[in-house]
């Protein structure tokens, strides 16, 4: 008995600096999952590679602590994380001219006419059964006084309170002398929605058209199935936003399930979001829907918004913006509407890194990324590219590496990877037990003993 609690204290004492020599032990490529070679010519004292979609969807930490760069002996080099965000400007309104137009409609040999009349005695001829549907007409021009031509991502209108639920589409047409048209939408949704305290709105059109004296000053907005009372008060013009894709990289959502008016997806882990892109899985689908996040798998659901998805010709709902909270799951219901068997497509959009580090070492390089046990290592910039340099190497001019092969590293093993504090936290608490269960066996082989002694004397 003496010979074995001396084993366990013996244990014990060493379990702690077993578990610390193997906290000091300096990273290998073999602890995390995956890795890509780096292409490098020439030589600089710099480089830089955009993270790849698959970086992203593999790490285990939102942070990208686990990730890290190797040189051909296996050693960790110097870098850096920086978002490839580009400065979000808010769309700028310019109200437009806006006049109601009188319409006519008649029949013209058996078939549904439409006469549009121009300010100036200018006419529009509209023949088909379609017209008959056409409620409204509106003329839209440039306002007075603006020289510069202007880029038009979006028109925005503005209408009177009707007290009812509708539903219009519109037609939009461009010219530049009030005679030649070119279609630049065709139903385009617009709607008033209201349900209780509730209110979905869908006020905007995809323009995409530059106005100017030059080119095209007009817009023609024909208006179909809007309830009679409808009228436009005000139009603005809304010029083109950032180019998303350019400074973030969509990660699509996996579907876990899809009912015929309710889907929900997710991602396998959770992600620093700055956007939802989600739009109808069929094309010429207008989806009133509500939007519900939970940040974790095992988190509540939380209500994000009710909106409009819709994909009709070639327009299509603008990404929803968020605030690069953690999010890990979607679920979207559809409002008195459903999709059948064509769920909406969901994509995530997370801000796009670039990787810079200093080369050390012999190549090839190789990004390394996929282990839970992995502590931040990433500096900031200014630590890769002292003051004085910066003017000379700018993410501008720096050389970028080539992405080559894709490996399998440590595999998915290293995704539930625990790090050395967790591990010999783990294997302290099993000797703890191993001592209590150790003791109660000795106190029990103790009692016996005893026991034994007390039934031998006479």
Not at 54 to 72: C, G, H, I, K, S
Not at 132 to 160: E, H
Request: charged share 20%.
């Amino acid at each position: 008995m003496k010979g074995l609690m001396s084993f366990v204290v013996m244990v014990a004492l060493w379990l702690p600096m077993g578990g610390y020599a193997e906290e000091t032990l300096p990273d290998s490529p073999q602890d995390y999952a995956f890795g890509m070679t780096l292409v490098t010519q020439g030589a600089s004292p710099f480089w830089q590679v955009a993270l790849p979609t698959q970086v992203y969807e593999q790490t285990v930490w939102p942070d990208l602590r686990d990730v890290r760069v190797f040189n051909a002996q296996g050693e960790t080099m110097p870098f850096a994380l920086t978002p490839q965000q580009l400065t979000q400007q808010a769309p700028r309104p310019v109200a437009l001219k806006v006049f109601p137009l009188d319409i006519t409609h008649e029949k013209r040999e058996g078939q549904s006419s439409l006469t549009v009349k121009m300010p100036g005695g200018a006419q529009i001829q509209l023949n088909g059964d379609e017209v008959s549907r056409i409620s409204q007409s509106f003329l839209v021009a440039l306002p007075d006084g603006l020289k510069a031509p202007l880029a038009v991502a979006q028109l925005r209108l503005a209408w009177p309170t009707l007290g009812q639920n509708w539903q219009a589409k519109v037609d939009l047409y461009a010219s530049d002398d009030l005679k030649n048209w070119q279609t630049i939408a065709q139903a385009a949704p617009l709607m008033d929605l209201t349900a209780g305290n509730d209110r979905l709105k869908l006020d905007t059109l995809s323009a995409g058209v530059t106005l100017s004296d030059e080119g095209p000053r007009y817009l023609l907005m024909t208006v179909f199935d809007a309830p009679a009372p409808f009228s436009v008060l005000s139009v603005e013009a809304l010029s083109s936003t950032v180019d998303l894709t350019n400074a973030y990289s969509y990660l699509p959502a996996r579907k876990e399930k899809a009912e015929a008016n309710q889907a929900v997806y997710s991602w396998a882990n959770p992600q620093p979001l700055r956007a939802l892109s989600l739009n109808p899985g069929a094309e010429s689908e207008v989806l009133p829907v509500e939007i519900d996040y939970r940040h974790r798998a095992d988190e509540p659901w939380q209500h994000l918004q009710k909106t409009v998805l819709y994909r009709v010709s070639d327009m299509q709902s603008e990404p929803i913006m968020l605030n690069g909270e953690l999010i890990q799951a979607i679920r979207i219901k559809g409002i008195n509407t459903s999709w059948g068997d064509t769920p909406p497509e969901v994509q995530g959009l997370r801000v796009s890194q670039t990787l810079v580090f200093i080369p050390q070492g012999a190549g090839p390089f190789m990004v390394a990324w996929g282990n839970k046990a992995a502590k931040p290592q990433a500096m900031a910039l200014d630590m890769i590219i002292p003051e004085k340099l910066r003017t000379r190497y700018t993410l501008d001019t720096l050389p970028v590496a080539t992405e080559a092969d894709t490996l399998t590293l440590g595999g998915e093993a290293r995704l539930t990877a625990t790090d050395p504090a967790e591990r010999r936290s783990q294997m302290m608490t099993m000797l703890i037990w191993g001592v209590l269960v150790i003791g109660v066996l000795a106190l029990a082989w103790v009692a016996l003993r005893l026991w034994r002694e007390v039934k031998a004397k006479p």
